[in-house]
């Protein structure tokens, strides 16, 4: 179970002036596998935040910007351990080979049009965060691209983040670049790049393809020597550039 630390609120000054610029000088740890592909107990900061410290601190100046500009950032997903990421994986797998009775390979493609697989979620750093705004009434799934653009709900909120996001440290991880590949558009879905950037150079150097080959959950048996230097590639390197 992950243990988390809750933190109280803390004053701010001018939130105007309040940046957090990627230059800053960073004496980078070492992560290790177990940490980068979500198996290990980290603390996490912030009731209903659930963020590394950094990122929650930066995340919490974020949110009372936003406030004050007339929104209220409401938190969907931020960290996700292994466990929670392989359920979401098997739930759609099963849903999408017995009940709609797709080929294991369709489930697939389909399911990493949105979700990742097990152990390669950016979810699993304590970084990453899907926002939506909490002020408009909003029916059915939230995480929608539809409803962040032109006359969608969340369309005012979205140009907000596009303006103010990385003065805070977040930037959007799947941009609506036509000749990205990958994960579809997550206009929803940020990341706070002091600390992801130098978690993925480091997760980029351990043996994903063969971490990914030994994992038992429902459908890994299908993944191929090709499908697994395609998703790595596309879905975990074909992002904003900006966190790379």
Sequence with gaps: MQ?????????IGSLAMTT??????????????????????????????????????AFVLMKKAAYSAGFDIKMISSYRDFYRQEAIWERKYISYTEEEGMLPIDAIAKIIEYSTIPGTSRHHWGTDI????????VNGDVLVPEKFEEGGPFEPFKNW??????????????TDDYFRKGFKY???HYSYAPLS?????QFRKKNIFRMIQNETFEGAEHFTTSFLKNYIHNNILDINPDLL
């Design 130 to 137: 899907d926002i939506i705004d909490g002020y408009p009434k």
């Design 3 to 11: 243990r988390r630390s809750f933190i109280k609120k803390v004053g």
């Design 20 to 57: 957090f610029p990627l230059t800053t000088i960073h004496n980078d740890p070492e992560y290790s596998i177990v940490e980068l592909t979500g198996k290990a107990t980290i603390d996490l900061y912030g009731e209903g935040i659930n963020l590394r410290k950094e990122a929650h601190d």
């Design 161 to 174: 983040l596009d303006k103010n996001a990385e003065k805070f440290g977040f930037y959007l991880v799947y």
């Design 186 to 188: 997550e206009p929803w």
């Design 197 to 201: 950037k130098p978690m993925l150079t």
